[in-house]
């Protein structure tokens, strides 16, 4: 008896939940989900991971390791580096629209967080291409051709060349994938008010064409992290000419980026730290020809060669602008004279 109850009343239920128009969807609903929902294509690279993927890929990209899916612990992608000594794995921007280093840094001293080359993989599986711009125009072989489009391709190439490793198994890959898949952006990611998200809710449900909340939807953020290089100023002793440094930046950006990878037991052999050693160091190379020089290390990097792997990758300017050169440069001068 109390069974047919039971019963019926889910049937009930049933049918009011059939009747009830499609989901309502909440600040922490994917945004993937939606973009489904409104009739989008999934990405090549979707997947829906299980949490042991996740777990191994989280592992992967902060260890460099893991135990593989027949219990045996993999070897390092690379002896030198994990995939977070250039990226970081939070939101970054405060304004998913920009891609802006000065907003970007004032981001990064709130949360102390690092300011690196690489960009974060937050969001990273809601972008819709990888190595951008000058890294197709200037580096452009075949191998970054394909990553620009194949989110699993850039993971490869860059397990290969940004961290000098070995290549990565098809299911480390995944498990990569998967936990990015974990850091996938969400409506409240994107900063949408309750309003926005109750405009969502009921445009999706009264209208069939969609095609109006897709690209409002595609405009809360970039689907792509720009990249364009620059070079090093003709004269390094005027350095950027017109832009005045101002020093405070300029000492969050050594912490936050240099001291990131250069200081003791970091990833490089050339130790800095905040002795005025080191800041005489770096001003006295600041107008010399060489990758001692600032103007050269964050325009060019280092590369790697054979028999010393390790190398540092260049800022584009969409990571470290002239301005911040500027600021750097203008820190490391008073530190290095700090009576002048
Ligand atoms: C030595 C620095 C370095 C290390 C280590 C590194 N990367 Fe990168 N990676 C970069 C740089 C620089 C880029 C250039 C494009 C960008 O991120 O803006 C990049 C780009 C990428 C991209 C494309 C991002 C985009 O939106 O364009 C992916 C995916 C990626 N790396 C995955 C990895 C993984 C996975 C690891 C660890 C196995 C790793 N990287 C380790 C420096 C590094
Ligand atoms: C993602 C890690 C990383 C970041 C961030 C980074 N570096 Fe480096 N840097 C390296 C590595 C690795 C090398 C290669 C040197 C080595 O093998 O020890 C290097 C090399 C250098 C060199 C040349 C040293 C040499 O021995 O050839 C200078 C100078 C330098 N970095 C300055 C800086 C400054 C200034 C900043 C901040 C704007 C910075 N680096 C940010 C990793 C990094």
């Not at 219990?71 to 629209?97: A, F, M, W």
């Not at 953020?221 to 930046?249: C, M, Q, V």
């Amino acid at each position: 008896m109390l069974k047919r109850w039971i019963i019926i009343l889910f049937a009930a239920l049933g049918i009011s939940a059939y009747h009830q128009l499609p989901q309502q969807w909440t600040a922490d609903t994917p945004l993937q989900e939606i973009q489904y929902a409104l009739g989008e294509e999934r990405p090549e690279h979707f997947m829906l991971p299980d949490s042991s993927l996740i777990q191994r890929g989280e592992e992967l990209v902060k260890y460099g390791k893991t135990i593989g899916p027949d219990g045996k612990r993999t070897k390092y992608i690379s002896k030198y580096y994990v995939c977070t000594t250039c990226h970081n794995l939070e939101q970054e921007d405060p304004d998913l629209r920009v891609s802006d280093p000065e907003t970007r840094l004032d981001y990064a001293i709130q949360h102390n967080m690092a300011f690196l080359q690489g960009t974060t993989f937050k969001g990273i599986v809601n972008r819709e291409s990888w190595y951008n711009d000058d890294y197709v125009r200037k580096y452009g072989d075949e191998k970054i051709e394909q990553a620009h489009e194949d989110l699993r391709a850039s993971i490869q190439l860059c397990a290969i060349e940004c961290s000098q490793g070995r290549s990565m198994e098809d299911w480390e890959i995944e498990a990569v994938l998967a936990y990015y898949w974990s850091l996938q952006y969400t409506l409240e990611d994107l900063g949408l008010s309750t309003e926005d998200i109750q405009r969502l809710n009921r445009e999706a449900q009264s209208s069939a064409n969609h095609e109006s909340l897709k690209a409002w939807l595609r405009s809360y953020y970039i689907t792509k992290s720009p990249a364009h290089f620059y070079d090093a100023p003709p004269n390094k002793k005027l350095g950027y000419e017109g832009l005045t440094g101002r020093p405070e930046r300029g000492k969050a950006l050594y912490e936050l980026s240099c001291l990131h990878c250069h200081q003791a037991d970091g990833v490089s052999h050339y130790v800095l730290d905040n002795s005025q050693l080191s800041f005489r160091h770096l001003e006295k190379m600041i107008d010399k020809d060489s990758h001692f020089s600032l103007y050269q290390i964050i325009a060019y990097g280092t590369y790697a060669i054979p028999g010393h792997r390790p190398y540092m990758p260049h800022y584009p300017e969409e990571r470290m602008s002239k301005q911040q050169v500027e600021d750097l440069r203008s820190y490391i001068e008073q530190m290095a004279h700090p009576n002048n």
